[in-house]
């Protein structure tokens, strides 16, 4: 009930299509100095899309072996 999800204040979408969409608006207007949104992920957390400047990672899990 305490926890709170790590996605707590950012931006969400309710699919992937209009993650991407909003992608392509940051990228429309993208400012010099400010770290461009580089891809949507599906959340863990709260079932959205969010926005994330963050490649992506490689699952340890999956290399680790
Ligand atoms: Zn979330």
């Known amino acids: ?5 790590g996605c707590t204040g950012k931006r969400k ?4 299509d209009a ?3 909003a992608l392509g608006h940051i990228w429309s207007q993208c400012k010099p ?3 461009l949104e580089t891809r949507s ?4 957390h709260c079932g ?4 994330t400047s963050q490649p992506a990672q490689p699952s ?3 290399t680790a072996a």
């Open 1 to 5: 009930m305490t926890h709170k999800p």
């Open 13 to 16: 979408w309710p699919s992937e």
């Open 19 to 21: 993650a991407d969409a």
């Open 33 to 35: 100095g400010r770290r």
């Open 41 to 44: 992920y599906p959340c863990d």
């Open 48 to 51: 959205k899309w969010h926005l």
């Open 60 to 62: 340890k899990e999956d």
